[in-house]
Nanobody
Framework: QVQLVESGGGLVQTGGSLRLSCAFS????????MGWYRQAPGKQRELAAT???????GYADSVKGRFTIARDNAKNTVYLQMNSLKPEDTAVYYC?????????WGQGTQVTVSS
């Protein structure tokens, strides 16, 4: 059974940086497309960034140029480096793993950006 465990969230001031990590276990990490989604209070969950098994990346327009997603297949971990954080980045950030018809979610980690 695939398990995803996020870490690295916290409270940061506007303009600051955080790095989220997502540890993957229970299957072959390298075959999964990995993603980071976020959900702000009262809003729907939205995609922030994705990285394919081949290393191709994609970003929401709202985070492009500020966030960087990366994966380390040797460590079964995906990262989200978040720079120049804004109050509107405040949300619970969820790690996602997808391969064929299988989709898995982590429990989420809170990111709060103070103004």
């Amino acid at each position: 059974q695939v398990q995803l465990v996020e870490s690295g969230g916290g409270l940061v001031q506007t303009g600051g940086s955080l790095r989220l990590s997502c540890a993957f276990s229970g299957s072959s990490f390298s075959i999964y497309t990995m993603g980071w989604y976020r959900q702000a209070p009262g809003k729907q969950r939205e995609l922030a960034a994705t990285i394919t098994r081949a290393g191709s990346t994609g970003y929401a327009d709202s985070v492009k140029g500020r966030f960087t997603i990366a994966r380390d297949n040797a460590k079964n971990t995906v990262y989200l480096q978040m720079n120049s954080l804004k109050p509107e980045d405040t949300a619970v950030y969820y790690c996602n793993a997808a391969a064929w018809a299988s989709v898995y979610w982590g429990q989420g980690t809170q990111v709060t950006v103070s103004s």
